[in-house]
């Protein structure tokens, strides 16, 4: 177990998440967003898969990671005792510590008495170990689930800025629509709401996201080309380190990710 580290600037955590549609690239873009946050000065990073089908850490190669799901199995049907659960929680970021970053996957949480529990437990260890305390990240960067439950279950209500995938789908593009309506009714507060368009190669296609985007009050990241080396080494169950550093997803992100964090 390695010690994790300080906190590098004194400011406020950033929580930046990725949303949309299932299958829309929102894994792909947070790796490609946190393979970049490690080229920074040593910032202190979480990241968190939030997609009980935990895919993240495979996609960035991390290795021994215990999820949530992992860690209140032991506690099936009996009462978590909430001071436990936070030295548990602790004790789990700091063994799923990989090369520049710790990992945080929730995992599955089917056959647990009593989940809502869990979500309250989580909210609270995240106030008092992620975002503030000793030891709060600098980053949070979180792969969201598909959909927009987890803004109606208000589970992302910690999230400073929110970068929507999308593809040209009418489905793609109403979950946007649904996700600002949600994010309204349910009054979650974020920063900015960004959109990047996935794999849309069409003119006419980009400009109505673009159009969307300003309609919903959200900025436009611009494209995020179909990337044919990415899509070889997600085939052959490699990792995102392993994308040259002058591929054209990689580069697209280092613009997108100057907006996102200026
Ligand atoms: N720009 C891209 N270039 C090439 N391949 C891509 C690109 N974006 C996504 N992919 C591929 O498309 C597939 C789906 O992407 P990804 O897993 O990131 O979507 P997702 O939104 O996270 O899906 P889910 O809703 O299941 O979590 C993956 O195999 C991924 O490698
Ligand atoms: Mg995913």
Do not use: W
Request: hydrophobic share 35%; proline share 3%; aromatic share 8%.
């Amino acid at each position: 177990m390695t010690k994790r580290r300080k906190k590098a600037t004194e400011g406020k955590t950033k929580v930046i998440g990725f949303g949309g549609k299932g299958g829309v690239g929102k894994t792909t873009l947070a790796a490609l967003f946190l393979r970049l946050m490690g080229e920074m000065d040593s910032p202190a990073i979480l990241a968190v898969d939030s997609d009980p089908n935990t895919c993240l850490p495979g996609v960035l190669g991390a290795e021994g990671y215990q999820t949530l799901g992992d860690m209140v199995e032991g506690y099936k049907g009996g009462r978590l005792p909430p001071r436990k659960f936070r030295q548990e929680f602790n004790t789990l970021l700091l063994k799923n510590e990989q090369e520049f970053y710790d990992l945080l996957p929730m995992g599955r949480n089917e056959g647990q008495g009593c989940y809502c529990s869990v979500n309250d437990l989580l909210r609270s260890a995240f106030r008092e170990f992620v975002l503030k305390g000793n030891y709060a990240y600098d980053f949070v960067v979180m792969d969201c689930e598909a959909g927009i439950e987890h803004i109606s279950r208000k589970t992302s209500s910690f999230i400073d800025d929110f970068v929507i995938a999308t593809d040209s789908s009418r489905m793609s593009l109403n979950t946007i629509k649904n996700i600002r309506n949600t994010q309204n009714e349910v009054k979650i507060d974020v920063n900015n709401l960004y959109i990047v368009a996935n794999r849309v190669e069409d003119g006419e296609m980009l400009d109505r996201i673009e159009d969307l985007s300003g309609e919903l009050g959200m900025t436009f990241l611009g494209r995020m080309p179909e990337d044919e080396t990415l899509k070889r080494l997600n085939f052959k169950g490699k990792s995102i380190f392993e994308l040259p550093d002058d591929s054209p997803a990689y580069l697209r992100m280092r613009e997108m990710a100057n907006v996102i964090l200026s």
